[in-house]
């Protein structure tokens, strides 16, 4: 538990340290951009190892159950998570749809945590997926009240066509081999 909440705290806190214009520019200046950026993905990535790995010790010592979800929530997990992964790819490439959803990665782990955390009831996914959640809302907040520029829409759909294809790529990807082989949990 104490892993988790520790990996949380520092994937998440660097990511609001982040969000927060004017300490992330003080930070810049003093130790440079790419130290900054070097920092912040050393500490993103120690603090989602430590997160991912706290969680299964977690939830394989018998994390208690809060609820028992029904089983027709984990077919919404399921069909929600295809929107979750094409909002995901939406981040990356310039189309309708992602200026549609103006902050897509924020859409995708919004509707990511949302879905997991109706298909499961123990007290180590209600913490983390509802510390991600709490985290994309506050997130989607901050970005809306910064004011930074939002997507614009292309002249043409290929990029809606890829983002829907990538999404289905990914989709497959995480059902079928991450959540089986790497979580240890199959969805399909």
């Not at 705290?9 to 990511?15: A, M, S, T």
């Not at 907040?141 to 614009?152: E, F, H, Q, S, T």
């Not at 790529?169 to 949990?185: E, S």
């Amino acid at each position: 538990m104490v892993m988790m909440l520790f990996g949380l705290f520092v994937f998440l806190g660097i990511h609001v340290v982040g969000s927060l214009r004017g300490l992330r520019a003080k930070l810049i200046a003093q130790v440079g951009e790419a130290a900054y950026k070097g920092f912040f993905s050393l500490l993103a990535i120690s603090g989602l190892l430590l997160t991912a790995y706290g969680f299964a010790l977690w939830r394989a010592s018998g994390a208690p159950d809060l609820w028992n979800p029904p089983r027709g929530l984990r077919h919404l997990t399921v069909l929600l998570m295809l929107f979750s992964s094409i909002a995901l790819v939406a981040a990356y490439v310039p189309s309708h749809i992602k200026a549609w959803l103006k902050h897509p990665m924020l859409v995708g782990v919004k509707i990511w945590a949302l879905a997991h955390l109706l298909a499961n009831g123990d007290v180590a996914s209600v913490v983390l997926f509802g510390a991600v959640l709490v985290w994309a809302v506050y997130d989607r907040i901050a970005v809306k009240r910064r004011g930074d520029p939002l997507p614009v829409a292309p002249n043409n759909y290929a990029g809606d066509a890829l983002v829907v294809g990538g999404g289905l790529v990914l989709y497959a990807a995480l059902a079928y081999l991450f959540h089986p082989y790497v979580i240890g949990v199959p969805v399909m």
